[in-house]
């Protein structure tokens, strides 16, 4: 079979199994011969046209190769532990190519450095900026950008110039390579690798700041990349340099680091407005966040800017807004669709990595290879320890020996560094050994380095970051830290972080959500995430119901009672039984910022099926002896995690109802509440939560006329009595049911929310 | 610019509330410190809350009323006193503004614990504004209308059920296992450190007093 596919085309994917776990692999096409034709030339009855599918039929067997490897790490659990995803895939890919290179045959012609660069890279990098946590990430900017461009100037230089020392000495036999060429090289080797180091360093969960000054620098650091590479391969063709040249290099490193994040933002704008009237082409919307940010990496590109820091600044910029904009089914998918995208690119970089090792042409040299890894250890060690005293100072919680050790140690080189190596201009004599010693650092890196790194780690206890679970009081109280903070400045006369902090998000507020925003309001950050909890609970819950809504716990209804908030206690009673009742459903709030939980994770999905408990429960109802309400549970109480009472508005305005016609995944209803109708006193308003529903923008609800009316007929003032009292056994037809299961139970896991009122309804007599 | 002879006269006694709050700063911020004081008190020895209340700057700012209070608050000033002060010396603004210090790297864990227990007892104080030691249901409520007063179009039943999640948290982390018919009352401290405990303060809630451009230094004030 083999055979037969290799007569066929050039460099087909042998179909031998690589290991053990991998499933078969099924080739597609039988090898059936065409038939040799006869002299009647008749119709032929099969024919087989393999040239003309050649290309995509291949990509999408090396894909499936790819992730076939990928399915089976993770048969064996322990491997995954100690060795890192990276190395495993290289050994693959190295298996794969010592196969191919014994059967003589090509590598596919589809890796080239363009590529490589053109469309693997920017997924990648899509994807770690799309997933940076902002907070920190903007918290330690100084010392990201600190890191990358000096950090990557003193590695290449330095590697660079010990390197034209090396060669000076005779016995390497490498005198021929000259300064220029020798830093050329040392640019290419001292950029750290984003794919590399994140792949080694989700597993390692070591404290926040190690972590975003680790993945920042390895973003950033392209900037300085591709100036000195440019800079480098231009100087290398001229016999002398220049001190102007030095200087011309600087401008052009201050061009095209701001130039890249100037294009990055822009189009991130750009996108986010788009977004703002996609309301009715809900099915493209995510396309809109992939081509404007692919659009922002070609067109820096194109001006040979710097391409990263271009797409990473638009994912950026463009997330905010976006998310706001979209409605929550693509939001999903856009998260979905650009971690799998990067996953498999990922994924083939490093086999691609291990089989090209072995099919290209090698030029080894013991010395200068030895030195390189030397050399690129060395100056990064002492790169880190230099520039960590000095910016030290700065910081607010400075790095510690171990911290830096992690960093040092951290600093692996990867594809990006390889594709470089590849494009190297052939009027370099030597490009084979750079191509070599280039493959060598890297597998030196990731190897060693990574597969050593986890217990290493650990040996020397680096701070590991403690994964504070982001609840409600943890935002308030950090919102109310920030406030007070920026207060405590204001009184000073002192200006620092808190004082910009605060003046973009009044910026942003006045200003920028308004553009960008379609119906932008200005909201708080503690409402949107406690939205966004409401509605991942919601999502949990029917998840664990299975969609079946009458299967679903009956459980937590969201008015407390108005009397016992006023005498303000809690009622044990209450608070015991949503343990009781929500045993099977208990669940914490989820991190608001994912980026680093786990490389290939998606942000919404959840381990732990515990449900935060945020309502107080009116399970007290069935419980306490009411003075002044009937005792009637609802047996088919349902919960509404999305404690619609009413909108913020204060009238239930039917108006407000955004109906889509394509049933969006995420209705978040608003029942109607419940009015008490034993003559509560005016005053005590419910403490139902009430969400913006409108703001969703997702929502569809058919209104249910009567009801309605009954709430505008009532107080008006938004104030609604607790749903906690029905003497009336009139159940309201399931007409407040919107979401709609059936189409979305079948979606990305996205389940939309429920709202099921079954409890008696009232009539609009007592009220007061 | 101030008073120069009060300040020297009183430098050791404001050294000496630098020791006892393991201040970090230099006699420099302390002097930054003083500069501002002097200007917002007119040249006065005290502060009183109108002062405070007229900085131009604060008027964004949703917890102004907080903040202004915190500094009038006897509990803030490190003794086991209660109640409220009607004006501020110098001494006491250093004793509020000590709560903010960074903490020097250089500092054992027990320093950084402490440290860390003043910033979340300043904090705390913020919120119980009854001086009961306990912060209840009203009181956390009412913190979290102001946090939310200026986001615009947050109606106060949204501030509230965050408010009463935020306590049904508290109490669920807490007290897991409550009778049926015991009440929580509130968050005492102990549970406030407990559900902030995961929260790294020292980045926080840490302010550098550096030298201050005169031109900024502007309060609204007539006086120079």
């Known amino acids: ?768 | 610019m101030y008073n120069y002879r009060y300040y020297c006269k009183n430098l050791h006694k404001y050294i000496h509330i630098v020791d006892v709050c393991f201040f970090t700063v230099s006699q420099e911020q302390i002097k930054n410190l003083y500069q501002r004081f002097q200007q917002l008190s007119g040249n006065h020895e005290k502060i009183s809350r109108d002062d405070l209340e007229r900085i131009p700057a604060l008027n964004n700012n949703p917890i102004r009323k907080q903040i202004i209070t915190a500094f009038f608050d006897k509990r803030n000033q490190h003794q086991n006193d209660v109640g409220s002060l009607d004006e501020i010396g110098f001494e006491q603004f250093l004793m509020v503004m000590s709560h903010f210090r960074p903490v020097n790297s250089t500092a054992t864990e027990e320093e950084k614990a402490i440290v860390r227990k003043q910033k979340l007892r300043f904090l705390f104080n913020m919120h119980d504004t009854d001086n009961d030691g306990i912060i209840t249901l009203d009181e956390y409520r009412t913190v979290v209308e102001e946090l939310l007063s200026q986001s615009g179009a947050i109606e106060t039943e949204v501030a509230r059920s965050i408010a009463d999640a935020a306590m049904l948290e508290v109490a669920s982390t807490n007290v897991p296992h409550m009778a049926p018919d015991d009440f929580y009352e509130g968050i005492t401290f102990e549970h406030f450190e407990q559900i902030l405990k995961g929260i790294e303060m020292e980045s926080r809630m840490s302010i550098r007093f550096l030298d201050m451009n005169t031109a900024t230094m502007r309060c609204g004030k007539l006086s120079s």
Not at chain 1, 6 to 19: T, V, W, Y
Not at chain 1, 454 to 465: D, S, W
Not at chain 1, 653 to 662: E, P, V
């Open chain 1, 1 to 768: 079979m083999i055979l037969i596919l290799l007569h066929g085309s050039r460099g087909e994917i042998p179909s031998k199994p690589i290991a053990a776990t991998i499933l078969p692999f099924v080739k597609p096409n039988d090898g059936v011969q065409t038939y040799p034709e006869d002299q009647k030339n008749n119709l032929p009855v099969f024919t087989m046209n393999y040239p003309r599918i050649q290309i995509p039929f291949e990509i999408t067997l090396w894909v499936l190769l790819a992730s076939f490897a990928k399915i089976g790490f993770h048969v064996y659990h322990k491997i995954t532990i100690w060795v890192p995803e990276s190395c495993l895939l290289i050994s693959i890919g190295l298996i794969v190519g010592a196969i191919m290179h014994s059967v003589h045959e090509e590598p596919p012609a589809v890796l080239t450095s363009n590529v490589f660069f053109l469309y693997m890279l920017p997924l990648i990098v899509l994807e770690s900026g799309y997933f940076m946590p902002t907070r920190p990430f903007f918290e330690n900017i100084g010392t990201v950008f600190w890191f990358a461009v000096v950090g990557t100037l003193w590695n290449s230089i330095g590697i660079g110039i010990s390197l034209f020392a090396i060669c000076q000495i005779p016995a390497f036999g490498v005198q021929d390579i000259n300064l220029q060429e020798n830093l050329l090289f040392s640019a290419i080797i001292s950029a750290v690798d984003p794919v590399a180091v994140l792949n080694v360093f989700e597993d390692v969960s070591v404290n926040e700041q190690l972590y975003i000054v680790v993945f920042g620098e390895c973003l950033f650091n392209d900037a300085v990349t591709v100036v000195l590479y440019n800079m480098f391969s231009f100087v290398a063709e001229m016999p002398v340099v220049e001190p102007v040249d030095v200087f011309i290099g600087v401008a052009r490193f201050f061009i095209v680091g701001l130039g890249g994040m100037a294009f990055g933002i822009l189009f991130g704008f750009v996108a986010a407005f788009t977004t703002r009237f996609t309301s009715k082409v809900r099915e493209i919307e995510p396309l809109f966040v992939f081509m404007y940010s692919y659009l922002a990496y070609l067109v820096a590109e194109l001006f040979a800017i710097s391409s990263i820091m271009a797409i990473i600044t638009c994912a950026l910029t463009m997330k905010y807004y976006v998310e706001e904009n979209v409605s929550q089914r693509s939001c999903t998918t856009i998260r979905h669709v650009i971690k799998m995208v990067a996953s498999i690119s990922e994924t083939l970089i490093f086999f691609f990595l291990g089989v090209v090792t072995i099919t290209t042409d090698h030029e080894w040299n013991w010395g200068y290879i030895l030195f390189t890894l030397l050399f690129a250890f060395v100056w990064r060690g002492l790169g880190i320890l230099v520039l960590t005293q000095i910016i030290n100072p700065f910081r607010t919680i400075p790095f510690n020996m171990k911290d830096q050790f992690g960093l040092a140690y951290g600093g692996l080189r990867g594809a990006v560094s390889f594709a470089l190596a590849f494009t190297l201009p052939d009027t370099i004599g030597r490009k084979q050994l750079f191509v070599t010693a280039t493959i060598a650092v890297i597998l030196f890196t990731v190897f060693l380095q990574g597969i050593s790194i986890r217990p290493l780690i650990e040996f020397i206890n680096v701070r590991r970051t403690n994964r504070n679970l982001e609840t409600i009081n943890v935002e308030i109280h950090c919102r109310l830290m920030e406030h007070t903070m920026a207060g405590i400045e204001d009184l000073c006369g002192q200006w620092s972080r808190f004082y910009w902090k605060d003046k973009f998000m009044k910026f942003n507020n006045r200003i920028l959500r308004k553009i960008l925003i379609r119906d932008g309001r200005a909201e708080s950050s503690i409402v949107a995430l406690y939205k966004k909890l409401e509605l991942q609970n919601a999502m949990e819950i029917l998840d664990t119901a299975s969609g079946n809504i009458s299967a679903a716990p009956s459980i937590v209804s969201l008015s407390p009672n108005v009397e016992l908030l006023m005498t303000k206690k809690f009622l044990a009673a209450d608070l015991r039984n949503i343990h009781d009742i929500l045993s099977k459903n208990m669940y914490k709030i989820r991190e608001r910022t994912v980026a680093y939980r786990g490389k290939h994770a998606l942000p919404n999905d959840s381990q732990t099926r515990e449900i935060l408990i945020r309502r107080h429960a009116t399970i007290r109802r069935s419980l306490r002896p009411r003075s002044f309400q009937s005792s009637n549970v609802p047996r088919t109480h349902k919960y509404f995690s999305l404690p619609a009472g009413k909108s913020l508005e204060s009238r239930f305005d039917a108006a407000r109802w955004h109906y889509t016609d394509d049933h969006e995944t995420l209705s978040e209803v608003a029942y109607p509440s419940q009015r008490s109708r034993f003559g509560k006193p005016a005053r005590s308003s419910s403490s139902k939560a009430m969400i913006p529903l409108h703001r969703l923008g997702t929502l569809e609800e058919v209104p249910s006329t009567d009801v309605l009316n009954e709430e505008s007929s009532s107080t008006g003032q938004g104030v609604f009595r607790t749903n906690s009292s029905y003497s009336d056994s009139r159940v309201p037809h399931p007409r407040r049911l919107y979401s709609l299961f059936d189409d979305n139970n079948s979606e990305l896991g996205h389940v939309v929310l429920i709202q099921l009122r079954d409890w008696p309804h009232q009539e609009p007599s007592q009220g007061p």
